[in-house]
């Protein structure tokens, strides 16, 4: 049986764990914005429009495809629709 002593320290572990996670995500956040500029930047070039609905499409079912869990696809939709929508609104 669990004190509550040990769960105000599991809670503890897993916030900073969660800390740390949270970090490592902007960073990827931040690098994934820039990226997405710099594409943005090149597709004038090749003729390609700044909005592919298919190639997002495509990053949905490539994430839903590849989550184990315990986040479901239609999670991976919300969370990576909100992404999405962010990075095609980041300005340089």
Do not use: C
């Not at 429009?49 to 986040?71: C, H, K, S, V």
């Amino acid at each position: 049986m669990t004190t509550a002593a040990e769960a105000e320290k599991g809670i503890a572990q897993h916030r900073e764990q969660i800390d740390k996670l949270d970090q490592e995500i902007l960073a990827l956040l931040n690098e994934r914005a820039g990226h997405s500029l710099t594409i943005r930047g090149l597709k004038p070039f090749v003729g390609e429009q700044t909005y592919d609905p298919a190639r997002e499409e495509r990053i949905f079912e490539r994430l839903e495809n590849m989550t184990e869990g315990p986040l479901r696809g239609e999670d991976i939709r919300d969370i990576w629709g909100v992404i999405l929508r962010v990075m095609k609104e980041v300005q340089a």
